[in-house]
Nanobody, 124 residues
Framework: QVQLVESGAGLVQAGGSLRLSCAAS????????MGWFRQAPGKERKFVAA????????YYDDSVKGRFTISRDNAKNTVYLQMNSLKPDDTAVYYCAAVPDKGPPSYASSWSYWGQGTQVTVSS
């Protein structure tokens, strides 16, 4: 079993930055893809970014390209999401996910493990 714990929640003004962390325990995930999704109130959970096990391949939703950076430290079993130039539309609960073994990684239903979520609020 895998446990994912996110941290880094916060309230920030538009244009500011935040860094989210996701620590995994229960199983080494260094050989698995990990990712981030977000869910705004009343909306479905949407793909934000993913990173392959080696860290050499990363994927982003168009809405965050050039502003967000996903990275990982396999020695610490941790994945990060650096968020810059934040906009009010980035306000959401952000979820860490691991092991997209059920389908395309851009679909939330494809991922086997989830964190509890962490709130990011961007004020205008």
């Amino acid at each position: 079993q895998v446990q994912l714990v996110e941290s880094g929640a916060g309230l920030v003004q538009a244009g500011g930055s935040l860094r989210l962390s996701c620590a995994a325990s229960g199983r080494t995930l260094s050989s698995n893809t990990m990712g981030w999704f977000r869910q705004a109130p009343g909306k479905e959970r949407k793909f934000v970014a993913a990173i392959r096990w080696s860290g050499s391949r990363t994927y982003y939703d168009d809405s965050v390209k050039g502003r967000f950076t996903i990275s990982r430290d396999n020695a610490k079993n941790t994945v990060y999401l650096q968020m810059n130039s934040l906009k009010p539309d980035d306000t959401a609960v952000y979820y860490c996910a691991a092991v997209p073994d059920k389908g395309p990684p851009s679909y939330a239903s494809s991922w086997s493990y989830w964190g509890q979520g962490t709130q990011v609020t961007v004020s205008s």
